[in-house]
């Protein structure tokens, strides 16, 4: 299994521009989450979803789109990217068996917007 | 979700136990206590996670207060590779969620 992968790596966007950073997981998990995380701070929670064509509003929502037609993929669609969006940005997934809920962590996706 | 309080930092020698501990007073009795980490920039990891009995596995231990009001994870031999970000987090039964804080930054110094 890849587990979770996450595409691109790094990316660098002008004021405005909009993007989709793609999240894929093999795991036939149901539940997956979006993060960022700014520098020397913790995980905050975007957009999760809890099974495809289900999506839901974490703590941190403005700015961010996504989307679950398949229990694969879970991209998030930057609309008009600002400087404040520069973070590091983690997808997870989990699937929940009898209370455990361990989420598997892709590897971020660095993005910087000028 | 219950707020957990953990110390800022500490420093462990190599090979001896590390011992972090996270104040959970307010969790609720159908709260879960999860242990995540963070190695430099990667993605965090699940460590652990118990409701009321203590709970061991391959990488640590973790002892919760009868009161549940408290815990404490125990990495048993600390190794260079256990320097990281280490998140205590208390998450509902039913909800997926987790509310990361900031973490304890655990050095091992060899």
């Known amino acids: 299994n890849a587990g979770v992968t996450q595409t691109p790596k790094f990316q660098v966007l002008k004021t405005g521009q909009s993007m989709t950073l793609q999240c894929a997981q093999d795991?036939?998990?149901?539940?997956m989450s979006w993060y960022r995380q700014d520098p020397g701070m913790g995980l905050r929670l975007i957009h999760y979803?809890?099974?495809?064509?289900?999506?839901d509003q974490g703590e941190v929502p403005n700015g961010y789109n996504v989307s679950r037609s398949t229990t694969e993929d879970f991209p998030l669609r930057l609309l008009s990217a600002a400087p404040s969006q520069t973070s590091v940005y983690f997808c997870?997934?989990?699937?929940?068996?009898?209370?455990?809920?361990?989420?598997?962590f892709g590897p971020g996706t660095r993005l910087t917007v000028l | 979700d219950a707020k957990t309080t953990q110390p800022p930092s500490m420093d462990c020698a190599e090979g001896r136990a590390a011992n972090l501990p996270c104040n959970h007073s307010t969790i609720s009795g159908n709260e879960y206590v999860y242990w995540y980490r963070q190695i430099h920039s990667q993605g965090p990891q699940y460590i652990i996670h118990g409701l009321k009995n203590n709970e061991t596995n391959e990488m640590a231990s973790l002892i919760i207060t009868e009161d549940r009001k408290s815990s404490t994870l125990i990495l048993p031999h600390a190794t260079l590779r256990d320097t990281a970000v280490y998140y205590c987090?208390?998450?509902?039964?039913?909800?997926?969620?987790?509310?990361f804080g900031a973490g304890t930054t655990v050095t091992v110094r060899a």
């Open positions: 795991m036939n998990h149901e539940y």
């Open positions: 979803s809890v099974g495809a064509g289900i999506t």
């Open positions: 987090i208390v998450r509902r039964f039913n909800d997926y969620k987790l509310s």
């Open positions: 997870a997934s989990s699937y929940e068996t009898s209370g455990n809920n361990e989420q598997f």
